[in-house]
């Protein structure tokens, strides 16, 4: 099952400035939530993903190939991995860009996602809201690491789970509201035949 992403969202510094933050590749993985490098190898990476899903996280392991074009203020990544039990497998394909705006900058992702075993179900559920976070949370990061103040970087070493448990309970909802519809239908057509 393939997700297919493409969201932006602005950041308030220049897009030099930011890709300064992108091209170094620990710096860049350090605003993604969750993420950590456990090895680096020339242009790729071992590393891993903690995804927050309710009370329980989830954790993905993986390596990732990265290929940075400075004139173009890009980053080309692929990636494959798997859940910590071998038996979700993920491999991924994404293009980030900086491009500048009237007011700092744009970050662009365009990605596609392809999700095998038992969590596929929830990446076709909610894999696109859970890039939309994530995306936002990074940006926030982003924008932490480029500020000259001396606060408390934004961190968290997780993905928000309220704002996906928020997600997941309309998506629920709307699903048993549909089997209630359903339900009520037939039930209708049942009288009706008597």
Do not use: Y
């Amino acid at each position: 099952m393939s997700i297919e992403v493409a969201e932006s969202v602005a950041i308030s510094r220049s897009a030099d400035d930011a890709w300064q933050v992108m091209r170094d590749v620990e710096e860049m993985v350090g605003c993604i939530p969750g993420a950590s490098i456990t090895q680096m190898n020339g242009d790729s990476f071992h590393g891993t993903l903690m995804v927050r899903l309710g009370p329980s996280m989830v954790r993905f392991s993986g390596v990732a190939h990265v290929l940075l074009d400075d004139v173009a203020r890009t980053a080309s990544i692929r990636a494959t991995g798997h859940d910590e039990r071998g038996r979700t497998k993920v491999q991924a394909r994404a293009s980030v860009g900086l491009e500048p705006a009237a007011e700092g900058s744009l970050l662009t992702v365009t990605a596609a996602v392809d999700v095998a075993g038992p969590l596929a179900p929830f990446a076709r559920a909610g894999g696109r809201e859970v890039t939309r976070i994530m995306l936002a949370d990074f940006a926030a990061q982003l924008e932490s690491n480029l500020s000259e103040s001396a606060q408390a970087p934004f961190r968290d070493d997780s993905l928000n789970a309220g704002r996906l448990a928020a997600f997941v309970m309309r998506r629920a909802a709307n699903s048993w509201t549909d089997r209630l519809r359903l339900i009520i239908s037939r039930a209708r057509a049942w009288v009706g035949r008597l």
